[in-house]
């Protein structure tokens, strides 16, 4: 318990030491092209040479076209699909905690390269990742002070991976760092919608339990943690969508 009262206390602590102004559901502007090196911003130019949007999600590395079973099931999906489309803008209602409410930008500045910027009302974070056939890595999760382009390809390829937000394979029990799946056609609730096969993942201490929830096509579409206090009900904070626009 004393370890999770340290590490709670210390992630409050770094919420509300970069205060940012809430997005509030208004457009905001892509990034522009400041402190790019004078590279054009890969956001906007879709050459080859410069980035661009994955044209074909519905493939994975071995160009094979994945499809879903008649009877619903989820077959195979590509691991981009577990993250929102390239420009998607998505909210997210909270409870539980003052900076449970989120509000979410998504580029794909570059192939198999996503940048995704969340501001919670008291920080902004930028998370970058690397999408690979099997398995989402993460490579940055900082907070920044405001939205700006992707570092140069030729940086991201550089950076050393942090760890795994996602992994195959989407079975049962299959686990990743601390990480398990719990749940691979879970029914979720939203604002948003109901959602259905919904893969669920969880991370147990002695103190709290969190668990993300993943729909293809929407990424993650809910976060929930609960803390569980001898004597006392379980404190619970929880991230739902409430409203999401697509290109």
């Not at 509300?16 to 402190?35: M, Q, R, W």
């Not at 980035?51 to 981009?80: F, Q, R, S, W, Y």
């Not at 794909?108 to 990742?129: A, F, Q, T, W």
């Not at 929880?238 to 290109?247: A, D, H, I, L, Y």
């Amino acid at each position: 318990m004393k370890r999770f009262n340290f590490v709670f206390l210390l992630l409050i602590s770094l919420l509300v030491i970069s205060a940012c102004s809430k997005l509030n559901g208004e457009d905001v502007t892509a990034p522009d092209n400041s402190g790019n090196s004078g590279e054009q911003s890969p956001l906007d130019d879709k050459k080859p040479d410069a980035g661009g949007k994955i044209e074909d999600k519905d493939k994975d590395d071995d160009g094979v076209e994945e499809l879903d079973d008649p009877t619903g099931e989820i077959k195979d999906p590509a691991m981009l699909d577990y993250l929102l489309p390239d420009s998607s803008k998505a909210h997210y209602e909270g409870q539980g905690n003052e900076f449970a409410e989120l509000d979410v930008q998504v580029y794909h500045p570059y192939e198999n390269y996503v940048m995704i910027y969340e501001n919670n009302g008291g920080v902004l974070l930028r998370k970058l990742y690397k999408v690979e056939k099997d398995k989402i890595l993460k490579l940055d999760e900082s907070p920044v002070d405001t939205e700006d382009n992707a570092p140069p390809v030729a940086e991201l390829e550089k950076m050393e991976v942090k760890g795994v937000y996602l992994q195959k394979p989407f079975e049962k029990g299959a686990s990743f760092e601390k990480w398990t799946i719990v749940d691979t056609d879970a029914t979720v609730e939203t604002p948003y919608k109901k959602f259905e096969h919904a893969i669920v993942i969880e991370e147990k201490d002695e103190a709290f339990t969190n668990r993300k929830y993943f729909v293809e096509g929407y990424g993650e579409v809910k976060r929930e943690s609960v803390m569980t206090q001898e004597g006392k009900e379980d404190f619970i904070v929880t991230s739902s969508m409430e409203s999401v626009t697509k290109p």
